[in-house]
């Protein structure tokens, strides 16, 4: 079955990056793009980017402007998303989801705070 | 970006009742419109896709309708595991946006 396993919380500090992965298992990772959406404490979820597993092209929301990166590692079948510059309004769960009819599939989330 | 505003905010209801959420875009999104449910600290689940196709394993209670830029969640009759929160998300033009979400909450 497609699972999508994320890495461990993470405590940061103003300035900081963090960088969280995202191990996929069950089916061909290159097939699927896999997105990267964020959910900070009792709020909305928000849309970060995503990359082509196949192609490794990318696309990310400018209202990060330009502080995350989305990579892949094809040989471990995992994505990554590294966001720099982290403030404390970057406080939030994130997880990666595999798009194919929507966001069917979605990693366990990961906490990171952003606190001095 | 294309805003997505859901109503109402909040729904307090019981068990067997039918409960309607709406979604309405800042333009069109055609019938690019997803549902997802979500419970305390866990990730969404997919429940609608394309305004109106139901996902693999979905209960047959949950419908979804509406093109353009207005659209509605059904929940024919509410069970106990419907309350949750839940989202609208468009996926027709970057960046994708959510709702604010709507809590299904016991009266």
């Known amino acids: 079955q497609v699972q999508l396993v994320q890495s461990g919380a993470e405590v940061k500090k103003p300035g900081a990056s963090v960088k969280v992965s995202c191990k996929a298992s069950g089916y061909t990772f290159t097939t699927y793009p896999i997105h990267w959406v964020r959910q900070a404490p009792g709020q909305s979820l928000e849309w970060m980017g995503w990359i082509n597993a196949g192609n490794l092209n990318t696309k990310y929301s400018q209202n990060f402007q330009g502080r995350v990166t989305i990579t892949t590692d094809t040989s471990a079948s995992t994505a990554y998303m590294e966001l720099n510059s982290l403030r404390s309004e970057d406080t939030a769960v994130y997880y990666c989801?595999?798009?194919?009819?929507?966001?069917?599939?979605w990693g366990q989330g990961t906490l990171v705070t952003v606190s001095s | 970006d294309i805003q997505m505003t859901q109503s109402p905010s909040t729904l307090s209801t019981s068990v067997g009742d039918r409960v309607t959420i709406t979604c309405r875009a800042s333009?069109?999104?055609?019938?690019?419109l997803a549902w997802y449910r979500q419970k305390p600290g866990k990730a969404p689940k997919l429940l609608i896709s394309?305004?109106?196709t139901l996902e693999s394993g979905v209960p047959s209670r949950f419908s979804g309708s509406g093109s353009g830029t207005e659209f509605t969640l059904t929940i024919s009759s509410l069970q106990p595991d419907d309350f949750a929160t839940y989202y609208c998300q468009q996926y027709t033009s970057y960046p994708w946006t959510f709702g604010q979400g709507t809590k299904v909450e016991i009266k």
């Open positions: 989801a595999r798009y194919d009819v929507a966001f069917a599939y």
């Open positions: 333009q069109t999104i055609y019938n690019w």
């Open positions: 394309k305004a109106s």
